[in-house]
C-alpha cells in the first residue's frame, strides 16, 4: 500500500505527508539553512516548519522567495509563543510567564 502524500484537515487545507524542518539557527548557520530550504523545495518538499525562536522564520521567507515556487504551493508552519503578564502572580512567581507553544498554520 502506497503512503499518502497528503492529509486532509479538518479546515479543509490539505497538508503534506512529508515535511522539512528547521531548528534553532544561530546567526552564523542562517545562509546553510537558506540554502538546505531552496534545495529542500527544489527538490519536491512542499512543507516547511519554522519557528520565531528558533530564528528561522527569515530564513525560511527567503528561501521560499528564492524558490521561485507560488507561494500557495507551500504549506508552512511555525510556533507562536503564548506569554501571560501576571500582575498577582501565581505560585508566587510574577512578571511574564511561558505558558506553552502552539502551532500556527500559514496559508
Known sequence: MPLPKSF????????????????DAVEAQRSALLNATVTAL??????????WSYGTEGPVGEAIRKSG???SEIF????????LNLEGG????????CM?????VVT
Open 69 to 71: 515556487l507560488p507561494r
Open 42 to 51: 527544489k527538490t519536491g518538499y512542499r512543507s516547511i516548519d519554522t519557528a
Open 8 to 23: 486532509k484537515l479538518s479546515s479543509g487545507y490539505s497538508m503534506p505527508a512529508i515535511g522539512f524542518g528547521t531548528w
Open 76 to 83: 508552512l508552519t511555525t510556533k507562536v509563543y503564548v506569554f
Open 90 to 97: 501565581v505560585d508566587g512567581v510574577g512578571g511574564i510567564i
Open 100 to 104: 506553552g507553544m502552539w502551532r500556527r
